[in-house]
């Protein structure tokens, strides 16, 4: 995983499990990686993941059985998708939308883009 400087890195990393769940490769109730393992496939320091698991769980993303692991909550599905929209509309749209006042690109442009790109999938 590659890593930006403009956020700080447990959060891109809950931003890759939330990927994860939302394209449903981690479904509500499956087993996640425990924290070394994410940890290694990651290369960060496990205490690093372990502050994303803190987070995710006040989330309500993540839950934790104690001796047994860490899981996509019951609701994980529906937590992710309200927080990464919000997150989405919060910095992702706000970027998109200055810079499409910046190159003068017209919301019908950009549906023909989008258009464009979902069915060319």
């Not at 939330?18 to 394209?23: H, M, Q, V």
């Not at 690093?48 to 309500?60: A, D, I, N, P, S």
């Not at 919000?86 to 017209?106: A, E, P, R, W």
Request: charged share 25%; net charge neutral; aromatic share 14%.
């Amino acid at each position: 995983m590659e890593f930006n400087d403009s956020q700080a890195i447990y959060l891109q990393i809950a931003d890759y499990i939330c990927e994860k769940i939302l394209s449903e490769e981690w479904k509500e109730g499956d087993r996640i990686p425990s924290v070394r393992e994410l940890a290694i496939e990651v290369e960060v320091n496990p205490n690093t993941v372990m502050r994303t698991f803190t987070y995710l769980q006040e989330k309500g993303i993540i839950s934790n059985q104690r001796g047994i692991g860490f899981f996509v909550a019951d609701s994980g599905y529906k937590q992710t998708k309200n927080y990464m929209s919000k997150h989405f509309i919060k910095t992702d749209l706000k970027y998109v939308f200055k810079m499409m006042d910046l190159l003068g690109i017209s919301f019908n442009e950009l549906k023909d883009l989008y258009n464009n790109h979902k069915f060319n999938k």
